[in-house]
């Protein structure tokens, strides 16, 4: 019970320390203190944890994650701002530093006190900060759900499926970002967040892995959809919520754009084949459904 406890409180507080720097981040390329506003969104979050922590112990839900959903809520607005700050200011950035030679710089003279760390924080390149962002949360999604206490219904050979499918979706996820977003219109980089935005709502879902129970897979009056839930969901996100709009994405800007490039083709490729090869097994799944 307290162990449990302890991991709920310790969890939610990892997520708000991230979006906090994420905000600060956004403070610091706009230089506006208003934007310290946003942190507004962590109120969510917080309430989330109190009411957790009173009616559920800090028990998690069966097919719905509310305290990584709150997180993205309190995290991408962030990452938006950053994002389509540095689009509009690629030109200036061009004299900055790697973020792995600023950080050893920071280690060098913190030591010594001769340098702040917001300082050389400033001066590292606006697209190495927000990938190291776009890193941080994708980790810390799987690491969180991880130790967040598990919902009754969620068995730990579930949620180690989960985790599995997490970490598959957020290299997909990172390398949509990192590669569709440069050198696109400023018009696509709206439309590519947006789909980024929508993929990152496969994480508070469960549904990929909460198959039919056993009651149900031996009454022969039950629905194919109770039968196939499983497979149905996984075809539907991979159809609707990832490799479908990423396809999509990536042929705009291949056929659109004229942005052509090696592994731009490569991952169009690679979600065209998940989205057929998903089709194909939902077809056999129903096909041998209706045979037995």
Request: with cysteine.
């Amino acid at each position: 019970m307290f162990f449990r406890f302890i991991c709920a409180v310790v969890t939610r507080s990892f997520f708000i320390l991230i979006s906090l720097i994420g905000v600060w981040g956004v403070v610091l390329v706009k230089k506006n203190g208003l934007y310290w506003f946003l942190t507004i969104l962590y109120l969510p979050l917080v309430a989330e944890m109190i009411l957790t922590l009173k009616r559920r112990q800090g028990k998690d839900y069966k097919w719905f994650s509310p305290a990584i959903f709150f997180f993205l809520i309190s995290i991408i607005p962030s990452l938006w701002i950053l994002e389509l700050h540095h689009q509009e200011n690629k030109s200036t950035d061009s004299r900055c530093d790697k973020i792995d030679s600023r950080l050893f710089n920071i280690l060098r003279n913190s030591t010594n006190g001769t340098e702040s760390i917001a300082s050389p924080l400033s001066s590292v390149c606006a697209n190495d900060w927000i990938l190291a962002l776009h890193q941080i949360l994708l980790i810390l999604l799987i690491l969180g759900k991880w130790v967040l206490p598990a919902g009754e219904g969620l068995t730990r050979d579930q949620l180690s499926q989960l985790l599995l499918i997490f970490v598959g979706t957020a290299a997909d996820i990172l390398e949509f970002t990192s590669e569709t977003l440069s050198d696109v219109n400023p018009i696509m980089v709206y439309i590519i967040l947006g789909v980024w935005t929508w993929s990152m709502l496969q994480f508070p879902l469960h549904l990929s892995v909460m198959g039919a129970s056993s009651d149900e897979l031996s009454d022969a009056s039950a629905s194919l959809f109770s039968r196939l839930r499983t497979d149905i969901w996984s075809t539907v996100e991979a159809l609707f919520i990832q490799d479908g709009p990423f396809l999509v994405v990536r042929l705009t800007v291949m056929i659109y754009f004229g942005v052509v490039h090696q592994m731009l083709i490569f991952f169009a490729i690679k979600n065209f084949l998940v989205v057929i090869l998903n089709i194909y097994r939902l077809f056999v799944l129903i096909r041998d459904h209706k045979a037995s």
